[in-house]
């Protein structure tokens, strides 16, 4: 696979200009209408939509036969790619991949014209203090906090750029009073919402205004099968209980999706399966294996680390059921964060057939099967060659309290604030990001190793352990492949 993707980064080089320009004039705006040609073009092709500008309307009749040529060689039907085309996450995310040749050319990764997906931390105040929080967030956090105005004028500022998905997290964003409010505005806006929460203060009633509200995904926080296990790291007796009943009554309202989020430590690796089997029961669709994060409280607690050993055979566990529920179509698919390792196991184990293209991303999604049929998955799977890896300012950033923009969300590296700035000029011109993206200049292990196009490595993690956001990422437990 190394090769052929070297093959395809030189072919891509030569011909990058050429691309680029005609990728600039598709996302530019029409000069008269006003309307994004790419947009147009979509809604021309997937819902008969004829725009009244001739010159737009020149270019939908121009791109049509580009269209069916793209997607009849991928072996996607046509009535098949009309319906992808009408999904507004589906069609958000491929304007922003066109965006994204227009400002940077042909990459790989090939970086978005602006996030996919930013993960924002709407307050850093919480009813919890886990021992192993990397915002060390506490009940008595005093950090500042946009008011409901400015974090209106930050959802806009996110939407005009083209966001697609945002993650109210904090942090517990339930104990902020305006968060209805805000996910309205966010999901009137055009974004897929989604919560981030401990879960202890996600009532039956809460699951049923976050839904009317806006919220499409939720996400929380169990960590052990036991609630000893689990209580221990969430510093609070009965919080265990309180995110059992959080699930539970997630499942019966009926979200698009649920997930559950288990951080691995040595006191309860040993869970790992007991965890999974049990957030399946309680009825979470997705399952996330975080590893400890050295930011924030994180740091005071590295001595509840796992051995690399311990990791490599928890992420073959969880790798286990990622495959039972990809090869067989159902069951809870199951992921790694922070540990962009994890996709090089799945193609080892399974030579090249069936790994993760990003921490949130395969290609088996149920999803995809319902919605569009196999063929589209497998192009998802393909899309591992363009954006695997680490996401971080690739496709993916974090967002502060105050409004400042981030690489990732553990890091304290703020690139500007979108009170004042535009998120796509941050985006496309910041130095930072920049030099986080550029894949083919890592250094140590993740340079030597052959599958940096697929992994990357966790850039943050490089960066706080050797100063440099291109170097080793000393939480791998594999070592470098040749």
């Given at each position: 696979m190394t090769k052929s993707i070297s093959r395809k980064h030189r072919l891509a080089s030569t011909f990058s200009p050429m691309w680029q320009a005609l990728a600039h004039t598709l996302a530019a705006k029409c000069e008269t209408c006003g309307q994004q040609r790419m947009v147009s073009i979509f809604?021309?092709?997937?819902?008969?939509?004829?725009?009244?500008?001739?010159?737009?309307?020149?270019?939908?009749?121009?791109?049509?036969?580009?269209?069916?040529?793209?997607?009849?060689?991928?072996?996607?039907?046509?009535?098949?790619?009309?319906?992808?085309?009408?999904?507004?996450?589906?069609?958000?995310?491929?304007v922003s991949v066109v965006k994204g040749i227009a400002s940077?050319?042909?990459?790989?990764?090939?970086?978005?014209?602006?996030?996919?997906?930013?993960?924002?931390?709407?307050t850093n105040r919480c009813n919890l203090r886990c021992i192993h929080c990397h915002q060390d967030s506490s009940p008595t956090c005093l950090d500042p906090e946009l008011t409901t105005s400015e974090a209106y004028r930050v959802i806009d500022n996110m939407s005009e750029a083209g966001l697609v998905t945002l993650t109210f997290s904090g942090g517990e964003p339930l104990v902020r009073k305006d968060l209805y409010d805000?996910?309205?505005?966010?999901?009137?806006?055009?974004?897929?919402?989604?919560?981030?929460?401990?879960?202890?203060?996600?009532?039956?009633?809460?699951?049923?205004?976050?839904?009317?509200?806006?919220?499409?995904?939720?996400?929380?926080?169990?960590?052990?099968?036991?609630?000893?296990?689990?209580?221990?790291?969430?510093?609070?007796?009965?919080?265990?209980?309180?995110?059992?009943?959080?699930?539970?009554?997630?499942?019966?309202?009926?979200?698009?999706?649920?997930?559950?989020?288990?951080t691995l430590h040595s006191k309860n690796v040993d869970e790992l399966e007991d965890t999974m089997e049990?957030?399946?029961?309680?009825?979470?669709?997705?399952?996330?294996?975080?590893?400890?994060?050295?930011?924030?409280?994180?740091?005071?607690?590295?001595?509840?680390?796992?051995?690399?050993?311990?990791?490599?055979d928890a992420l073959k566990t969880l790798y286990s059921k990622f495959y039972k529920s990809a090869t067989c179509g159902s069951g809870m698919q199951?992921?790694?964060?922070?540990?962009?390792?994890?996709?090089?196991?799945?193609?080892?184990?399974?030579?090249?057939?069936i790994f993760t293209v990003s921490e949130s991303l395969s290609g088996h999604e149920r999803m995809f099967e319902d919605k569009f049929g196999s063929a589209v998955s497998g192009i998802v799977r393909r899309l591992a060659e363009g954006f695997g890896g680490c996401s971080a300012g690739l496709t993916y950033a974090g967002l502060t309290a105050s409004g400042d923009l981030l690489p990732c969300v553990p890091a304290a590296e703020p690139l500007g604030n979108l009170l004042t700035q535009s998120l796509e000029d941050i985006w496309v011109h910041n130095r930072v990001l920049d030099y986080i993206r550029n894949r083919k200049a890592l250094r140590g292990n993740c340079g030597e190793c052959a599958y940096n196009h697929l992994c990357g490595g966790c850039r943050y993690t490089a960066y706080v352990a050797t100063g440099d956001w291109l170097g080793t990422d000393v939480s791998c437990p594999f070592g470098p492949a040749s």
């Open positions: 809604r021309f092709y997937s819902e008969g939509y004829h725009p009244s500008c001739k010159g737009c309307l020149l270019a939908c009749a121009t791109m049509m036969p580009f269209i069916d040529l793209l997607f009849r060689r991928l072996g996607i039907a046509k009535s098949t790619t009309k319906s992808l085309l009408r999904d507004p996450v589906i069609r958000r995310s491929m940077f050319g042909i990459r790989y990764p090939q970086p978005t014209g602006a996030p996919i997906s930013i993960v924002w931390n709407v805000l996910i309205k505005r966010a999901d009137d806006s055009g974004l897929l919402c989604t919560i981030a929460s401990n879960g202890t203060l996600l009532t039956a009633e809460t699951a049923r205004e976050l839904a009317r509200a806006g919220v499409k995904r939720v996400e929380m926080g169990l960590d052990g099968a036991r609630p000893e296990t689990h209580d221990f790291l969430r510093n609070r007796p009965g919080s265990f209980e309180a995110t059992v009943a959080a699930v539970r009554a997630c499942a019966a309202q009926g979200f698009d999706e649920i997930a559950t989020t288990m049990l957030a399946e029961k309680l009825g979470a669709t997705r399952f996330y294996l975080n590893r400890l994060i050295p930011a924030g409280r994180g740091v005071d607690v590295s001595y509840l680390d796992v051995t690399a050993k311990q990791k490599a199951c992921y790694a964060r922070g540990m962009t390792y994890y996709a090089r196991l799945g193609y080892e184990h399974s030579r090249g057939r």
